[in-house]
T-cell receptor, first 114, second 113 residues
Framework: GAGVSQSPRYKVAKRGQDVALRCDPI?????LFWYQQALGQGPEFLTY????????KSGLPSDRFFAERPEGSVSTLKIQRTQQEDSAVYLC????????????FGSGTQLSVL | GDSVTQMEGPVTLSEEAFLTINCTYT??????LFWYVQYPGEGLQLLLK?????DKGSNKGFEATYRKETTSFHLEKGSVQVSDSAVYFC????????????FGTGTKLQVIP
């Protein structure tokens, strides 16, 4: 596609529900990142994939957060048993060889946990 | 660990005013430095970058110089426009083999006609 696509754009969940957030990176982009952006803050790193391999998950805040990218393209971020503190915008970014450190971001999924 | 500190906003300027947004960083090694911008309703996008000391990044009239001695990367523009209203994020990448980027908290700029 022309850019990084994320869905849904908005998600409202009741506390305790499971949610799944989708990211479609730019075609051919090897590297994929998930970030969490709380209101009024900068994005915080969650996890990194190179193709289908999850090489860094040091930013995942708890074992309720799980990310996968089984075929090296689309990625899903899953949050189990959502809590109010999970409310944030979840950003996906991708980059490919030759992009020289430039990240291409999606518009994000705004998650509100009630 | 790596960190980025930038001036708090919001910053309100009149059109054609001079803009400076301060940014300092803490990092081991030799990071690359970035300014990202987020326009209302849009995703983050790279504004400019610098990869080594004394490099100057520039784009759309914005400039920032990588100052290793002061660990700074201040964003400047000589004459802002209403269309520059956005949130600006200073960021760094530690160059550890992939583009893991650490962001500052962002500075909201509002330019009034």
């Amino acid at each position: 596609g022309a850019g990084v696509s994320q869905s849904p754009r908005y998600k409202v969940a009741k506390r305790g529900q499971d949610v799944a957030l989708r990211c479609d990176p730019i075609s051919g982009h090897v590297s994929l990142f998930w970030y969490q952006q709380a209101l009024g803050q900068g994005p915080e790193f969650l996890t990194y994939f190179q193709n289908e391999a999850q090489l860094d998950k040091s930013g995942l805040p708890s074992d309720r957060f799980f990310a996968e990218r089984p075929e090296g393209s689309v990625s899903t971020l899953k949050i189990q048993r959502t809590q109010q503190e999970d409310s944030a915008v979840y950003l996906c970014a991708s980059t490919g060889p030759g992009n020289n450190e430039k990240l291409f971001f999606g518009s994000g999924t705004q998650l509100s946990v009630l | 660990g790596d960190s980025v500190t930038q001036m708090e906003g919001p910053v309100t300027l009149s059109e054609e005013a001079f803009l400076t947004i301060n940014c300092t960083y803490t990092a081991t090694g030799y990071p690359s430095l970035f300014w990202y911008v987020q326009y209302p309703g849009e995703g983050l996008q790279l504004l400019l970058k610098a990869t080594k000391a004394d490099d100057k990044g520039s784009n759309k009239g914005f400039e920032a110089t990588y100052r290793k001695e002061t660990t700074s990367f201040h964003l400047e523009k000589g004459s802002v426009q209403v269309s520059d209203s956005a949130v600006y994020f200073c960021a760094l990448s530690d160059g550890g083999g992939y583009q893991k980027v650490t962001f500052g908290t962002g500075t909201k700029l509002q330019v009034i006609p």
